[in-house]
């Protein structure tokens, strides 16, 4: 069994501050075997933000892994963005913009789907794509393979189309390269979920960790449990105005075929 503690979206630069330390706290009673941060590190990339989410990371426990999201790049320096996007982020998490993983258990392939060309939506890239391919085939066949991206290929909690480039090819792409389960962020909404046309992939979406730019009126986060032949996410609320972080009920999912089933609640 891994756990896996899912954050995303902190855009340190509008971090309300309250949090910060709940969210440590939190994170080290859960004791997780592994945190994810999946991009929107910063809210405007800039030098003293990353710094702050530098700093966070380090606080957290046991090893963290980071991709980068879309507001990790610059939004108005053009020449910057297209002709080194990642350098600040490069600066602060390291060179390596898809670094992995190996639990005992699983192993995670953390994916770069910020495009310096359109800034907001995100997308695959071929390489990224032979990457997982790669990481996966050469993984045990019993370890859950776990990907970490910013942007998912699938919709909102709302209902609000997936914002990345060929969504319907994207989802092919990762069940095809053999994904279990994707961890990502970018809509500010938590959601759990598979598409019909990929039942086999798990789409696990939290919503902002700590920044103040709420969509639901709260922040949040997840504990991902990878059991055996289930998935169990944890999510943990933190209602605007509220000081701390409350658990929700936690959702299970099972796939006793090729297809993920959602457990009816307890
Ligand atoms: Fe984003």
């Known amino acids: 069994m891994s756990r896996i503690l899912h954050l995303s979206d902190p855009h340190f630069g ?30 405007r990339a800039r030098a003293d933000q990353f710094r ?14 980071v991709v980068p999201g879309n507001h990790d790049m610059p939004l108005e320096n053009l ?17 390596n913009t898809q670094p992995q993983v190996h ?21 695959l890239r071929s390489s990224s794509v032979a990457q997982l391919r ?25 209902g609000t189309p997936a914002d990345i480039a060929d969504p319907a090819e994207t989802l092919a792409a990762l069940a095809d390269a053999g994904a279990d389960v994707v961890l990502s962020g970018h809509t500010h909404m938590p959601h759990t979920g598979f598409a ?8 696990l979406q939290v919503g902002t960790a700590l920044s103040t730019r709420l ?16 998935i169990t996410v944890e ?3 933190c209602a605007s105005g509220e000081e701390g972080f409350s658990a929700a009920p936690s959702v299970t999912y099972t796939r006793p075929g090729l297809e993920w089933q959602k457990l009816p609640n307890p």
């Open 14 to 43: 509008t971090v309300d501050d309250r949090l910060v330390q709940p969210c440590l706290d939190l994170a080290h009673r859960m004791q997780p075997d592994l945190c994810v941060i999946s991009g929107d590190l910063t809210q």
């Open 52 to 65: 702050a989410a530098r700093d966070f990371m380090a606080r957290l426990p046991g090893p963290v892994l």
């Open 79 to 95: 020449p910057l963005r297209l002709l080194a996007p990642f350098v600040g982020y490069r600066r602060a998490f390291g060179r």
């Open 103 to 123: 639990l005992p258990d699983a192993v995670v392939q953390g994916v770069n789907t910020a495009n310096p060309l359109v800034w907001k939506s995100g997308r």
């Open 134 to 158: 790669q990481t996966f085939a050469a993984a045990p066949k019993e370890r859950w393979r776990v990907v970490v991206m910013h942007h998912a290929p699938v919709p909102a909690a709302d």
């Open 196 to 203: 019909e046309t990929a039942a086999g992939v798990l789409f």
């Open 215 to 230: 969509k639901t009126g709260a922040n949040d986060l997840a504990l991902v449990t990878l059991g055996t032949g289930q």
């Open 235 to 237: 999510s943990w609320i």
